[in-house]
Every structure is written in C-alpha cells, then in structure tokens.
C-alpha cells in the first residue's frame, strides 16, 4: 500500500507502471497503491496496467504535510485521487525541481511512455495541517495513515514526539522495521518501495469482501468491508 513510482524524484527510473504491476504479480500480490511523493499522477497508467495483468491498484499520494510529516492517503477510484491531487497542487510549496540532483519526475502512460515531467519539486511540503488532514482526505472519500510513525525522519512521531490523538487516526502505518505491537492503533506494514527489488513478496494479508480500493478504503475506515 505504499509504492512509489519514477515519478516520485526519489523513486528509481525502473518503477514504471509495467514494471511495478508485473512484479507485483510475480510476487503474487491481488492488490498495490501508488503512493508517489504529492501526486497522483502515475495512478492513471498503473491502474490500466493492473486491469490488464489482474492486480488491483489503489490510487494514492503520501502527502507531505506543513509540518514535513509523512502521511499515506488512500483512494477508492481514479476521481477523487485526481481531486486531491489538483487541492495538493494548489497548496503545494513551489520549489522547481533539480533535476540532477532529485531525479526526474517523469508521468508515463499505460505503455510506459513518458508523457509529461513534473517541473515543481514533489519533494517540498504542503499547506495542509497533520491535525486536519484525515478530515480532508475523508472529504475526498479516501483514508489518511500516518507514514512510518517508528522511522526517525518525516514521521509524526519524529517530528511531535506522539501520534497525537486529535488527529484522529483510524489505522497507522509501520514500516518493516517497526514493531506494530508498540503502538495503540491498528496498522499496515508496508515496503515505502522505491526499487523494484523493495516490493514485498505475499507475506501480510487483509481480509476483504472484495479485492478492489473501495473496499480496502472501506476496511482501513472502519475495520472491515
Ligand atoms: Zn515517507
Ligand atoms: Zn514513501
């Protein structure tokens, strides 16, 4: 639940949408999100791929909030992530991207073809609070976690020494190296990858009616769908 493409600048240029899809599906996952640094904008494409390999993709973001806190936000279909995504855009800090130094942000399409480049660094942080984030998302329809509340950088713990309670968190996420027992929320643990070589292989498992984002979305809202 937590990939990042090309299009993120820290994401290796091998995370197409091809190859993202394919080896998930050699690793025998049903069900990914793309989750770049602040955009939705390679869902598109890895979403046409899933359909046509048989792996269900959720549309995602992880959004870097004002106060450089990573949160993971989740999406049931295209539309509302390309809604949040435009509401990011407007509120993200204007910064261009170096490439040589960043990486390139390159959007491609179901063909891996690159599309568009990003000129605005995703890396720079938004104007959307970590305490009104989760209301926000909701409003779009999706679910916000914080991202990898045991790593010591851009994680809400990090940064407000607590996963503070008014943030209203429903789940959380832990990554790997985390011990999901140290926390009071439930959790996902995810890979955050950034090569293709960091995507897990079918060692953890969610129950859900149906193998499709809008139940997940459903599940990680209220515990099950
Ligand atoms: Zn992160
Ligand atoms: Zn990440």
């Known amino acids: 639940m937590h990939i990042h493409s090309l299009l993120s600048p820290c994401g290796d240029n091998d995370?197409?949408?091809n190859n993202i899809v394919n080896m998930a599906k050699l690793n025998e996952l049903d069900i990914i999100a793309i989750t770049d640094h602040n955009s939705c904008k390679n869902c598109a494409a890895a979403i046409k791929v899933g359909n046509e390999v048989g792996v269900t993709v959720v549309p995602g973001m992880e959004l870097t909030t004002s106060e450089d806190i990573h949160v993971v936000c989740?999406?049931?279909?295209?539309e509302s992530a390309e809604a949040f995504d435009n509401?990011?855009?407007?509120?993200?800090?204007?910064f261009p991207n170096e490439a040589d130094i960043f990486g390139h942000q390159y959007i491609m399409d179901e063909n891996d073809e690159i599309i568009d480049e990003l000129d605005m660094l995703l890396l720079s942080s938004c104007d959307i609070s970590i305490m009104d984030v989760?209301?926000?998302v909701n409003s779009f329809?999706?679910?916000a976690l914080p991202a990898h509340v045991n790593r010591d950088s851009y994680s809400i713990i990090a940064v407000l020494g607590e996963i503070v309670e008014e943030c209203n968190f429903d789940f959380i996420e832990v990554s790997r190296s985390?011990?999901?027992?140290?926390?009071?929320?439930p959790s996902i643990t995810n890979s955050d990858a950034h090569y293709l070589a960091n995507i897990s292989e079918k060692e953890r498992?969610?129950?859900?009616?149906?193998?499709?984002?809008?139940?997940?979305?459903?599940y990680l809202?209220?515990?099950?769908?």
């Open 15 to 17: 995370m197409t949408p």
């Open 141 to 143: 329809g999706g679910v």
């Open 134 to 136: 989760k209301e926000i």
């Open 87 to 94: 509401y990011v855009c407007e509120r993200l800090m204007k």
């Open 205 to 218: 498992f969610i129950e859900l009616k149906e193998n499709t984002a809008k139940c997940l979305i459903e």
């Open 178 to 185: 985390g011990n999901p027992d140290n926390y009071n929320y």
């Open 74 to 78: 989740l999406f049931p279909d295209l």
């Open 221 to 225: 809202s209220n515990g099950r769908c």
